[in-house]
């Protein structure tokens, strides 16, 4: 069973490997005949390229949608390579972990809020900065291929997320759904480090 699983899983990363390296080029004589229009043309290509690329990916995790839309919404996506999209999650991530840090220090500033919330959403504070940090450091983690640092560190974010939730047991009103939107984008990120590992272990086995 594990067998066929990781041989449909490898036909998948092949066709991610594909779509990752072909030239722009052939992608675009088969929609040649379909549009005259050359600009429009390029452009329809590329995103046609990193769209093929993100279903793949976002097949791969629990929130199928949010994860094609969150990465589409990044026009540098639209022509992106797997380590391309890795980077943009990535820095998605990082991104949410700082505005959710931001918001954190509303909360702290904001003389109505309940003395017993101030104290979780400090300890939030703390957790959310680490995160940013965490995601920040895995970016260049990623652009040096340091895949194991990136998987260790972005579990770490997720962590940190799921203390703050501990801290402010009781009131999950303060972030509603903050920590969970943020451990999505954290999973689409660790997806496509996953797939980037296992590309680059067939990649140097087809080298040896
Ligand atoms: C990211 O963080 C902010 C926190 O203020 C939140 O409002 C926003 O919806 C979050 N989600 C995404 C996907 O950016
Ligand atoms: C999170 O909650 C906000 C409002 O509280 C909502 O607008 C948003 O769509 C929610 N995000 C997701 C991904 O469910
Ligand atoms: C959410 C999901 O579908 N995860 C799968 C991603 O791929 C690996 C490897 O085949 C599976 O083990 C996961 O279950």
Not at 38 to 43: A, G, L, P
Not at 116 to 125: F, M, T
Not at 152 to 171: E, I, P, Q, R
């Amino acid at each position: 069973m594990e067998y066929y699983v990781n041989t449909f899983f490898l036909l998948s990363l092949l066709t991610i490997l594909f779509l990752s390296h072909s030239p722009q080029s052939a992608i675009a004589t088969t929609e040649e005949g379909n549009n005259n229009n050359n600009i429009n043309n390029k452009q329809k290509t590329g995103h046609h390229r990193g769209a093929k690329l993100i279903s793949k990916v976002c097949q791969n995790v629990t929130q199928k949608a949010f994860c094609s839309s969150m990465l589409l919404s990044d026009p540098n996506t639209h022509n992106a390579n797997l380590r391309g999209l890795g980077l943009i999650a990535l820095k998605q991530a990082a991104t949410n972990a700082s505005d959710i840090s931001e918001f954190i220090k509303t909360k702290l500033n904001d003389p109505n809020v309940d003395p017993e919330v101030q104290d979780g959403a400090s300890d939030c504070l703390e957790f959310y900065i680490d995160a940013a940090e965490q995601l920040e450091d895995s970016v260049s983690a990623q652009i040096s291929k340091a895949y194991k640092d990136v998987e260790t560190w972005v579990n770490v974010a997720v962590s940190d997320s799921k203390s703050c939730d501990v801290a402010l047991t009781g009131y999950d009103s303060v972030l509603g759904n903050k920590s969970q939107v943020f451990r999505w984008l954290c999973e689409t990120a660790l997806t496509i480090n996953k797939m980037l590992v296992i590309m680059a272990n067939f990649l140097s086995l087809r080298r040896v």
